[in-house]
């Protein structure tokens, strides 16, 4: 079982820079592809962004490109998820998600990932 500790969610204003980010607690970092999802209230997890463990591959939704991006330090054990440009509709429960796989790997599918965070909330305000 990985443990996946989210961290820097938050309330901002639409148009402010929030940076979430997320480490898998007692694992290497460097073994698995990851991915963020978010859940709003009311609608089903979706996809935001996903990176493989060789940093060469990122994938994002079409709802945050340009805005979002998504990042890691393998040493730091850390994945990022600066998120830029801050809309009303990005307010949701983000969640970071964990698949151990080979170097180039990555995935827009929720049911790819077996280990996920608990979420940590961003509201942007209108």
């Known amino acids: 079982q990985v443990q996946l500790v989210e961290s820097g969610g938050g309330l901002v204003q639409a148009g402010d820079s929030l940076s979430v980010s997320c480490a898998p607690a007692?694992?290497?970092?460097?073994?698995?592809?990851m991915g963020w999802f978010r859940q709003a209230p009311g609608k089903e997890r979706e996809f935001v962004a996903a990176?493989?463990?060789?940093?060469?591959?990122?994938i994002y939704a079409d709802s945050v490109k340009g805005r979002f991006i998504i990042s890691r330090d393998n040493t730091k054990n850390t994945v990022y998820l600066q998120m830029n440009s801050l809309k009303p509709e990005d307010t949701a429960v983000y969640y970071c998600?964990?698949?151990?796989?080979?170097?180039?790997?990555?995935?827009?599918?929720?049911?790819?990932?077996?280990?996920w965070g608990q979420g940590t909330r961003v509201t942007v305000s209108s």
């Open positions: 007692g694992r290497l970092l460097s073994d698995y592809a």
């Open positions: 990176i493989s463990r060789n940093e060469r591959n990122t």
């Open positions: 998600a964990a698949r151990y796989s080979t170097s180039a790997y990555y995935s827009a599918k929720t049911g790819d990932y077996p280990y």
